[in-house]
Every structure is written in structure tokens, then in C-alpha cells.
């Protein structure tokens, strides 16, 4: 059971990343489809400091202020 639960866990996240990435970009006028991508590989942010931002967010979100 709770490798199941980890399971649609990760393949959760990953479906975010996707959104992230392309079908959040969709229809925005300010951050194209593949402008995150550019970016990236322009050197303008890194994957490391985008992933420190989802993790502050995800600690923050799943502790209680310790």
C-alpha cells in the first residue's frame, strides 16, 4: 500500500513538471511554451535554484512551523 501511495506520489510530481513546463505555458502571455526551457539553457536561472524554490515551498507547505 505504501509503495502504491509513493507511487502516484512521484508520478504526481512528475505531471507537475510537465505543467511547469508546457501546459501552464500554454496561454501565458508572459512565459511562453519552452521559455522556461530557454532560460535554462540561456543561463538566465538555473535547475538548481528552481528546484530550491519548489522545495522551500514544499518544506513550508508540510511542516508546522518547526
Do not use: C, H, P
Request: aromatic letters at 6%.
Amino acid at each position: 500500500m505504501a509503495s502504491d501511495k509513493r507511487q502516484v506520489i512521484l508520478d504526481t510530481a512528475s505531471d507537475l513538471m510537465a505543467s511547469f513546463l508546457y501546459y501552464d505555458r500554454k496561454e501565458n502571455e508572459s512565459l511562453g511554451r519552452g521559455e522556461i526551457k530557454a532560460a535554462i539553457t540561456q543561463g538566465v536561472v538555473t535547475v538548481d535554484e528552481l528546484v530550491a524554490i519548489f522545495r522551500k515551498a514544499l518544506e513550508e507547505a508540510t511542516t508546522d512551523g518547526e
